[in-house]
């Protein structure tokens, strides 16, 4: 142990020496300290290995001859100390080996080719920027032996302590020695024990010290993961999507953050000729195009990350920004928050006209769409098999259309003939595939016969206004008309128009102008009615027909049949040539209407039947009321045939200006990270995969699957694999947060829950002074927030009555959120020490330092806190119906917590299985 000692002093005082170089030599702001040592022998010898967080900026540049070999160095303003041992990018392919190779050997690229190196020891700290301090030691000695330490001065100071002493007694048994020469042997053996018990004291401190305290609620930040972390986070680069998972603690979410960080590393990726000469970094994408390098390292919008709630992302934020992430709300979002403004840029919803659908603001929680893999993968077949069916009865009710009475039939039914001879129409790519060449083929003589269409109309209307004009009652009467329809126009809710409608109308906002496109409307469809007998006026249309045909009639127009012809040909030939964009994703809303109508009459559909209804038959919305999930199936939906008409043709796609294309290109990133996926509903993470983008993207999803609090989220991370491919799923099974005790306890509710041992292991070595978790039950609430006021007071005690460490309560449900915290805050004891009590009932506060935070349950996914008290925990049992929820509840409840977990409970409260872990004592001493 002696020797172990001596090895972790030796290991500080490198660490101390290089600190001090690093402050004394680098004066830059974007200075790249070190945040490990590794030591290492290659090439037969003994080296040390600084690991550093950023890429080396300046300094040293190594030049080498054209053999790989260095030939001389040119110097500048440093940001890194190359004068202590050789410094490697820990994000590089040689620092891959180090990380996760420790106390074992693996193969690394030199200029002398491949060679093996050794890692023996690894000791990662956080470096202070502003001194020669570094905090959160973790020293890893050998591979049973690891020590946490809260800062740099706090371990030499131990070492610089127990030496003194030492020291003392030393000069003391040696004076003894010299003064006679026969020393009092009582007394020499007096010297040897307490030499012996200095150095036992000095063992026990040096064993028993933790990694720091968070003081206030954040992720823990980890400059160096463990060598499974770190595979996670160079798994899949750019060539898959990958779901990791991993029980409470055991770094999914530090993975996470890491990993979007080492895809947009222009190093890493690309690699770098400025690496230690003693090493080569080719980087892991050295191929990357140009395209895509400027997808990824030059552009501000390269990567968005989704969070369940806002206290998520809240916590989550400093741990980003100290990755070196612009972790702010245009790249940390929360879904349900996002979702909103993304509909509306894809324009789904037009909340200026109220068209093409209606947000929903009831049933918001109630789910609507089935959740299993299995379920979603049959709804999208289902719909787009509905899909394929429209689109095919459009291009069939063309082909068959009688032609021989029309001037313009010759066109016609060389259009028809195309469409006959054309591919087979299964599939969504071989119908964009024909638009797009029926577009390319046909566009010049379909564009004159259109061109002269809208000239007569134009002209036909014209006529109607010089009449109106001339005659003040018709004019009188027609604009008062006009101006009722046109305010009525604004709130009508059953205003939508065909493509080529629209093109008709004016948006000046004229009163003149509006008349006159509803003119051209109506000569239009009353000309195209003779031929079309599918054609009829609508309500409004009729009105004002009534009034024109008054002052004039149509049959008095010499071009009128010809504007019926040509509306015909408008009508059913012209739009064939509009392209993929309005005959192909212009049908996906009136489809998807049509197909959940008969999803709603379907005895075998799977849907929420009763919501379903509410939504379609609700009068005042026509059919248009969105649910969430809907919308999120939508945007799926729209991407993925984006993507299908991108890989059918990208020039021609780059070309369309439609409002989901638009959306897409406006929203889609290469980089997407997903935490506590679990929690969302499997649309939700398809709709959020499908912002990928086509040219290079990664999609992580992080969660645990017993941690899923919401009765849609996803059960099973092989449930993607049929609707993503390919997906590579990571497990980590080492826990960072809880001590052994508090561990064993979430591992006894896990088999609870699902009848399995769990997997995951603590890295800490069980210690007999961990504190027990507590339990206190009475009927009386006073005397439990007592109890609450209490423990928390005894924390604070036992942390040296400065600041408390993070502290969270957590009530089962949102209700007494306000007047608990009220009661816990009116505690003298509490007020008399400044701690201070806020309250976060929806989930949106995370308050500052000495303040005791109190959630609701189901907002604290994802968080961690030194200690946790869950306040009547028996009321899961109220809240929550099944057994599974109420589990699961607990589970996520009680793994919060890293080191005290307090609970309280009426009297009757059955959770028995637990009482095994619980003490009964009132306190922790």
Same mark, same amino acid.
């Given at each position: 142990?002696?020797?172990?000692?001596?090895?972790?002093?030796?290991?500080?005082?490198?660490?101390?020496?290089?600190?001090?170089?690093?402050?004394?030599?680098?004066?830059?702001?974007?200075?790249?300290?070190?945040?490990?040592?590794?030591?290492?022998?290659?090439?037969?010898?003994?080296?040390?290995?600084?690991?550093?967080?950023?890429?080396?900026?300046?300094?040293?540049?190594?030049?080498?001859?054209?053999?790989?070999?260095?030939?001389?160095?040119?110097?500048?303003?440093?940001?890194?100390?190359?004068?202590?041992?050789?410094?490697?990018?820990?994000?590089?392919?040689?620092?891959?080996?180090?990380?996760?190779?420790?106390?074992?050997?693996?193969?690394?690229?030199?200029?002398?080719?491949?060679?093996?190196?050794?890692?023996?020891?690894?000791?990662?700290?956080?470096?202070?920027?502003?001194?020669?301090?570094?905090?959160?030691?973790?020293?890893?000695?050998?591979?049973?032996?690891?020590?946490?330490?809260?800062?740099?001065?706090?371990?030499?100071?131990?070492?610089?302590?127990?030496?003194?002493?030492?020291?003392?007694?030393?000069?003391?048994?040696?004076?003894?020695?010299?003064?006679?020469?026969?020393?009092?042997?009582?007394?020499?053996?007096?010297?040897?024990?307490?030499?012996?018990?200095?150095?036992?004291?000095?063992?026990?401190?040096?064993?028993?010290?933790?990694?720091?305290?968070?003081?206030? *609620?954040?992720?823990?930040?980890?400059?160096?993961?463990?060598?499974?972390?770190?595979?996670?986070?160079?798994?899949?680069?750019?060539?898959?999507?990958?779901?990791?998972?991993?029980?409470?603690?055991?770094?999914?979410?530090?993975?996470?953050?890491?990993?979007?960080?080492?895809?947009?590393?222009?190093?890493?990726?690309?690699?770098?000729?400025?690496?230690?000469?003693?090493?080569?970094?080719?980087?892991?994408?050295?191929?990357?195009?140009?395209?895509?390098?400027?997808?990824?390292?030059?552009?501000?919008?390269?990567?968005?990350?989704?969070?369940?709630?806002?206290?998520?992302?809240?916590?989550?934020?400093?741990?980003?920004?100290?990755?070196?992430?612009?972790?702010?709300?245009?790249?940390?979002?929360?879904?349900?928050?996002?979702?909103?403004?993304?509909?509306?840029?894809?324009?789904?919803?037009?909340?200026?006209?109220?068209?093409?659908?209606?947000?929903?603001?009831?049933?918001?929680?109630?789910?609507?769409?089935?959740?299993?893999?299995?379920?979603?993968?049959?709804?999208?077949?289902?719909?787009?098999?509905?899909?394929?069916?429209?689109?095919?009865?459009?291009?069939?009710?063309?082909?068959?259309?009688?032609?021989?009475?029309?001037?313009?039939?010759?066109?016609?039914?060389?259009?028809?003939?195309?469409?006959?001879?054309?591919?087979?129409?299964?599939?969504?790519?071989?119908?964009?595939?024909?638009?797009?060449?029926?577009?390319?083929?046909?566009?010049?003589?379909?564009?004159?016969?259109?061109?002269?269409?809208?000239?007569?109309?134009?002209?036909?209307?014209?006529?109607?206004?010089?009449?109106?004009?001339?005659?003040?009652?018709?004019?009188?009467?027609?604009?008062?008309?006009?101006?009722?329809?046109?305010?009525?126009?604004?709130?009508?809710?059953?205003?939508?128009?065909?493509?080529?409608?629209?093109?008709?109308?004016?948006?000046?906002?004229?009163?003149?102008?509006?008349?006159?496109?509803?003119?051209?409307?109506?000569?239009?469809?009353?000309?195209?009615?003779?031929?079309?007998?599918?054609?009829?006026?609508?309500?409004?249309?009729?009105?004002?027909?009534?009034?024109?045909?008054?002052?004039?009639?149509?049959?008095?127009?010499?071009?009128?049949?010809?504007?019926?012809?040509?509306?015909?040909?408008?009508?059913?030939?012209?739009?064939?040539?509009?392209?993929?964009?309005?005959?192909?994703?212009?049908?996906?809303?009136?489809?998807?209407?049509?197909?959940?109508?008969?999803?709603?009459?379907?005895?075998?559909?799977?849907?929420?039947?009763?919501?379903?209804?509410?939504?379609?038959?609700?009068?005042?919305?026509?059919?248009?009321?969105?649910?969430?999930?809907?919308?999120?199936?939508?945007?799926?939906?729209?991407?993925?045939?984006?993507?299908?008409?991108?890989?059918?043709?990208?020039?021609?796609?780059?070309?369309?200006?439609?409002?989901?294309?638009?959306?897409?290109?406006?929203?889609?990133?290469?980089?997407?990270?997903?935490?506590?996926?679990?929690?969302?509903?499997?649309?939700?993470?398809?709709?959020?995969?499908?912002?990928?983008?086509?040219?290079?993207?990664?999609?992580?999803?992080?969660?645990?699957?017993?941690?899923?609090?919401?009765?849609?989220?996803?059960?099973?991370?092989?449930?993607?694999?049929?609707?993503?491919?390919?997906?590579?799923?990571?497990?980590?099974?080492?826990?960072?947060?809880?001590?052994?005790?508090?561990?064993?306890?979430?591992?006894?509710?896990?088999?609870?829950?699902?009848?399995?041992?769990?997997?995951?292991?603590?890295?800490?070595?069980?210690?007999?002074?961990?504190?027990?978790?507590?339990?206190?039950?009475?009927?009386?609430?006073?005397?439990?927030?007592?109890?609450?006021?209490?423990?928390?007071?005894?924390?604070?005690?036992?942390?040296?009555?400065?600041?408390?460490?993070?502290? *969270?309560?957590?009530?089962?449900?949102?209700?007494?959120?306000?007047?608990?915290?009220?009661?816990?805050?009116?505690?003298?004891?509490?007020?008399?020490?400044?701690?201070?009590?806020?309250?976060?009932?929806?989930?949106?506060?995370?308050?500052?330092?000495?303040?005791?935070?109190?959630?609701?349950?189901?907002?604290?996914?994802?968080?961690?806190?030194? *200690?946790?008290?869950?306040?009547?925990?028996?009321?899961?049992?109220?809240?929550?119906?099944?057994?599974?929820?109420?589990?699961?509840?607990?589970?996520?409840?009680?793994?919060?917590?890293?080191?005290?977990?307090?609970?309280?409970?009426?009297?009757?409260?059955?959770?028995?299985?637990?009482?095994?872990?619980?003490?009964?004592?009132?306190?922790?001493?």
């Amino acid at each position: 142990m002696a020797d172990l000692n001596e090895k972790i002093k030796e290991l500080a005082q490198r660490i101390d020496k290089h600190r001090k170089l690093e402050t004394k030599e680098l004066q830059r702001p974007d200075k790249n300290l070190a945040v490990a040592l590794a030591e290492v022998n290659y090439f037969g010898m003994d080296r040390k290995i600084w690991l550093t967080s950023s890429s080396n900026l300046g300094g040293h540049k190594f030049v080498r001859d054209i053999t790989g070999h260095t030939i001389n160095t040119t110097d500048g303003d440093p940001t890194t100390l190359n004068s202590d041992g050789l410094v490697i990018y820990k994000r590089s392919p040689a620092g891959e080996v180090i990380i996760q190779n420790v106390h074992g050997s693996g193969k690394i690229e030199t200029p002398q080719g491949i060679k093996e190196i050794s890692v023996s020891t690894l000791s990662q700290y956080i470096p202070n920027p502003n001194s020669a301090d570094a905090r959160d030691l973790e020293i890893k000695i050998d591979k049973s032996t690891k020590r946490n330490y809260s800062t740099l001065r706090e371990l030499l100071e131990i070492f610089r302590k127990s030496e003194s002493s030492i020291q003392k007694l030393e000069l003391e048994e040696q004076l003894l020695k010299e003064q006679a020469k026969e020393a009092d042997e009582n007394e020499l053996d007096r010297i040897v024990r307490e030499k012996e018990k200095a150095l036992a004291e000095r063992e026990s401190i040096l064993s028993k010290a933790r990694s720091f305290i968070r003081r206030s *609620a954040e992720l823990r930040y980890q400059p160096i993961m463990d060598p499974w972390q770190d595979e996670v986070m160079r798994s899949l680069i750019f060539n898959g999507t990958l779901a990791i998972d991993g029980g409470p603690g055991t770094g999914k979410t530090t993975a996470l953050i890491q990993r979007i960080r080492f895809l947009l590393d222009k190093e890493a990726m690309l690699g770098s000729n400025e690496a230690d000469p003693e090493f080569i970094n080719k980087g892991y994408m050295p191929g990357m195009s140009l395209a895509q390098q400027n997808k990824i390292f030059n552009n501000d919008r390269n990567w968005v990350f989704f969070t369940p709630n806002e206290l998520l992302k809240l916590f989550l934020r400093n741990n980003m920004i100290q990755e070196g992430l612009n972790a702010d709300d245009q790249r940390v979002k929360v879904w349900k928050d996002y979702l909103i403004p993304l509909i509306k840029d894809y324009e789904l919803v037009k909340t200026d006209t109220q068209n093409l659908f209606l947000f929903l603001r009831k049933n918001l929680e109630e789910s609507l769409l089935p959740n299993s893999g299995n379920e979603i993968e049959a709804l999208i077949k289902s719909f787009e098999r509905h899909f394929l069916d429209l689109l095919n009865k459009k291009l069939e009710t063309l082909i068959n259309l009688k032609l021989e009475r029309f001037e313009w039939k010759a066109k016609g039914i060389s259009i028809q003939n195309y469409i006959k001879q054309s591919d087979q129409k299964n599939k969504i790519e071989s119908i964009v595939r024909l638009y797009f060449n029926l577009q390319e083929t046909y566009k010049e003589e379909v564009v004159e016969l259109r061109n002269k269409f809208n000239e007569q109309l134009a002209k036909a209307a014209a006529r109607i206004e010089r009449e109106s004009n001339r005659n003040d009652t018709f004019k009188n009467e027609v604009y008062q008309f006009a101006e009722t329809w046109k305010k009525q126009s604004n709130t009508n809710l059953d205003s939508e128009l065909e493509e080529e409608d629209e093109e008709l109308e004016d948006t000046t906002g004229e009163l003149e102008g509006f008349l006159f496109g509803k003119y051209k409307l109506l000569i239009k469809n009353s000309a195209l009615a003779k031929f079309d007998p599918s054609v009829r006026l609508s309500k409004k249309y009729q009105e004002l027909n009534l009034i024109v045909e008054k002052y004039i009639s149509f049959n008095e127009f010499d071009t009128f049949d010809q504007i019926g012809q040509l509306a015909y040909f408008v009508k059913y030939f012209v739009s064939c040539i509009k392209g993929v964009s309005r005959n192909v994703f212009s049908e996906i809303p009136k489809t998807y209407k049509e197909f959940r109508k008969s999803e709603a009459s379907n005895p075998n559909s799977n849907w929420n039947i009763e919501l379903l209804n509410t939504l379609i038959s609700d009068e005042k919305s026509r059919n248009k009321r969105l649910h969430p999930e809907e919308q999120s199936f939508l945007i799926y939906f729209i991407n993925r045939t984006i993507k299908k008409s991108y890989k059918v043709s990208k020039v021609n796609s780059d070309q369309i200006n439609h409002s989901y294309f638009e959306g897409y290109r406006n929203n889609s990133v290469p980089v997407i990270g997903i935490d506590e996926a679990t929690d969302f509903h499997l649309v939700d993470l398809l709709a959020m995969h499908s912002l990928s983008d086509m040219e290079i993207s990664s999609v992580t999803f992080s969660g645990d699957l017993m941690q899923r609090l919401t009765t849609g989220g996803i059960r099973d991370w092989k449930e993607l694999k049929n609707l993503i491919s390919p997906v590579e799923i990571k497990e980590l099974l080492v826990s960072y947060r809880q001590s052994p005790t508090l561990l064993s306890l979430a591992g006894d509710i896990f088999k609870k829950a699902t009848g399995k041992e769990a997997e995951y292991i603590s890295h800490m070595e069980k210690d007999a002074s961990e504190p027990k978790p507590l339990i206190f039950r009475s009927d009386n609430e006073e005397e439990k927030i007592d109890w609450i006021s209490n423990r928390i007071l005894e924390i604070y005690n036992a942390y040296g009555r400065e600041l408390i460490p993070s502290i *969270a309560v957590f009530l089962p449900n949102k209700e007494g959120i306000e007047e608990f915290t009220e009661l816990l805050s009116e505690k003298d004891e509490l007020a008399d020490v400044g701690i201070k009590v806020r309250a976060s009932k929806e989930g949106e506060v995370l308050g500052d330092k000495n303040v005791v935070r109190i959630f609701p349950v189901e907002y604290i996914k994802g968080m961690e806190f030194e *200690a946790v008290f869950f306040h009547n925990i028996h009321g899961i049992q109220d809240s929550f119906e099944s057994e599974e929820m109420i589990m699961k509840h607990l589970y996520v409840g009680l793994s919060r917590a890293s080191f005290y977990i307090g609970v309280t409970t009426n009297k009757d409260g059955k959770f028995e299985f637990l009482d095994d872990h619980f003490d009964r004592n009132r306190d922790w001493k």
